[in-house]
T-cell receptor, first 112, second 117 residues
Framework: GEDVEQSLFLSVREGDSSVINCTYT??????LYWYKQEPGAGLQLLTY?????DMKQDQRLTVLLNKKDKHLSLRIADTQTGDSAIYFC????????????FGKGTHLIIQP | GAVVSQHPSRVICKSGTSVKIECRSL??????MFWYRQFPKQSLMLMAT?????????EQGVEKDKFLINHASLTLSTLTVTSAHPEDSSFYIC?????????????FGPGTRLTVT
């Protein structure tokens, strides 16, 4: 079945860049997503990338997609304390299924 | 952006009782709603997809008689956990999409924390 993997924790210093990595198995994925979940809050869509792109930049966020290796990354430049949250990688398949398949989430910890 | 609400945000119930969770789209018509379940330090697992006016489609391994889903209107879907047991304790999250939208145009509710004692 479909599977999305990401490491559980990432610790970075404030002001540094954070890079969160994700691998997926479904080669028919059409869209890949990064969501942010803060404590007690719902999921917030940060950014997404269509499978025929290899990079997308949006202000401090850069998404890189290596479709051959089925590897997705999210780079957050100049990481701030407000970036502390759980980041979920997710994919939507190309077979008509509407629900998203999520990774377990990476808890981003910001050190002062 | 579109807003999806859930009620209640937290609920504690006794083992053997049933509990209903509501998911509402506040400013758009949700032709499709999704119910996810999230365990601590785990990913969100899709439980079922519901389209307004029709029966829900459940993912493999999800008991449809235990998790009753009703999507009777374009702004409301409910998930009823019947005969709840402690292992049903989890964080339940819904999301909603309008007609003709892409998968990322799916808006998530804040979640409901269910604790079964």
């Amino acid at each position: 079945g479909e599977d999305v993997e990401q490491s559980l924790f990432l610790s970075v210093r404030e002001g540094d860049s954070s890079v969160i990595n994700c691998t997926y198995t479904d080669s028919s994925s059409t869209y890949l997503y990064w969501y942010k979940q803060e404590p007690g809050a719902g999921l917030q869509l940060l950014t997404y990338i269509f499978s025929n792109m290899d990079m997308k930049q949006d202000q401090r966020l850069t998404v890189l997609l290596n479709k051959k290796d089925k590897h997705l990354s999210l780079r957050i430049a100049d990481t701030q304390t407000g970036d502390s949250a759980i980041y979920f990688c997710a994919e939507a398949g190309g077979g008509g299924a509407d629900g998203l398949t999520f990774g377990k989430g990476t808890h981003l910890i910001i050190q002062p | 952006g579109a807003v999806v609400s859930q009620h209640p945000s937290r609920v504690i119930c006794k083992s053997g009782t049933s509990v209903k969770i509501e998911c509402r789209s506040l400013d758009f018509q949700a032709t499709t709603m999704f119910w996810y379940r999230q365990f601590p330090k785990q990913s969100l697992m899709l439980m079922a997809t519901s389209n307004e006016g029709s029966k829900a489609t459940y993912e493999q391994g999800v008991e449809k008689d235990k998790f009753l889903i009703n999507h009777a209107s374009l702004t409301l879907s409910t998930l009823t956990v019947t005969s709840a047991h402690p292992e049903d304790s989890s964080f339940y999250i819904c999301s909603a999409r309008g007609a003709g939208t892409k998968p990322h145009e799916q808006y998530f509710g804040p979640g409901t924390r269910l604790t079964v004692t």
